[in-house]
């Protein structure tokens, strides 16, 4: 009889919902016996009232002491989705209960949570990813096709940007993605998805330097009182990486009119692409190669169709030519890790890939005072 891989996710609110929903929603994205088995059979939140309505999206157990959850002898897979500030302790109790693991990003806030991961690993066997679910939109998976096939040539240059407008509210009160206490800041809730898409790309990071914005010095807290503001609002980031490439990255929740808006420009000795996530669907080529004789020839950027397309064993649901999304990269993250247990083979993003990109942003954070 095939084992079913029993899941205990670890904080309930936006991001826990959305990765139920990914577990719950995968039988109808892949292929029947693409991966594992699995059943949510335990939840773990805060709040002893949020622990309970959680139970009503069908776990079998709740609890407010994640110790419990990870240690419980049904559990195989613990899926972090807590704030920032508490991945790392959750990280080395499911590495020491030999538990695969599956935790939102970032992975750690500093170096020293990241050297302490690192040397808990080297005794770990296990199955281990990140959630940059953004390396899993069709884009970006074409994106990486085109680069690695050389039709960029040589890249010159980049330009990413992550964009929200969440901050632009003076009167909003303040959440813990932007309480020094709790791993706030842009840098690390958007910003680890562009250094990654970055390193994802093109490789290591040679320099990084940076500046950063507070818009509002101070903001009201729940419960009205005005606290001051410690974390960065706006990021803009200077890097070098060893390809020789030099790109600019700009991270914000202060872009007025933006909603989730992740962009890009790369160029290239031979082309260049581009795209913005608010159009899914397309990823702009320009090839370099193309006449632009007589009267502009064949130039331009033009549109490659990259929709709902995703490799076997993927069903590309609802279909290849219907608009993709934030979803759908969510769903086939988690369906990479799941894929990875079933061959038990190295996940990719892994915890490696997560440290990394702690690093590079604890040294982004370090220009910020200079």
């Known amino acids: 009889m095939e084992k079913t891989y029993n899941v205990g996710v670890i904080g309930f609110g936006f991001i826990g919902k959305v990765h139920a929903y990914c577990y719950e929603s995968l039988k109808y994205y892949f292929e029947p016996n693409a991966f594992i088995k699995i059943k949510l059979l335990g939840v773990c939140t805060s709040k002893k009232e949020t622990a309970e309505k959680a139970k009503e999206y069908g776990f079998t157990f709740a609890t407010m002491d994640y110790k419990e959850l990870i240690n419980h002898q049904d559990i195989d897979i613990v899926n972090i989705c807590s704030p920032n500030i508490f991945h790392k302790n959750q990280l080395l109790e499911a590495i020491k209960a030999d538990k695969h693991i599956y935790c939102e990003k970032p992975l750690v806030c500093n170096n020293q949570e990241a050297d302490e991961i690192e040397k808990a690993l080297k005794k770990y066997s296990k199955i281990h990813q990140v959630t940059f679910h953004i390396r899993f939109y069709p884009a970006i998976i074409k994106t990486k096709e085109i680069i690695d096939e050389g039709l960029l040539g040589e890249i010159i240059s980049f330009r990413i940007a992550y964009y929200h407008s969440g901050s632009i509210e003076p009167n909003k009160p303040i959440g813990w993605k932007q309480e020094k206490k709790m791993g706030g800041g842009v840098l690390l809730d958007l ?154 083979k190295k996940a990719i993003p892994s915890f490696y890939d997560g440290l990394y990109n702690g690093r590079v942003i604890e040294n982004i954070q370090r220009s910020f005072s200079k």
């Open 191 to 344: 910003g680890s998805h562009a250094i990654d898409f970055a390193y994802f790309i093109f490789g290591k990071f040679e320099e990084v330097s940076g500046v950063s914005k507070i818009l509002y010095p101070e903001r009201i807290d729940r419960t009205g009182k005005k606290v001051r503001v410690e974390t960065e609002d706006y990021a803009i980031i200077n890097a070098k990486m060893k390809n020789n490439s030099l790109g600019v990255i700009e991270v914000s929740k202060i872009a007025t009119g933006s909603q989730d808006e992740f962009k890009f420009e790369i160029y290239g000795t031979k082309g260049a692409l581009r795209h913005n996530s608010m159009e899914p669907n397309f990823l702009e080529f320009y090839d370099q190669n193309e006449p632009d004789e007589p009267s502009g020839g064949m130039a331009g950027f033009k549109k490659i169709v990259t929709v709902n397309r995703y490799p076997k064993p993927s069903l590309s649901f609802p279909g290849p030519k219907f608009s993709g999304g934030w979803l759908s990269g969510h769903i086939h993250c988690l369906g990479n890790f799941l894929q990875c247990i079933k061959e038990n």
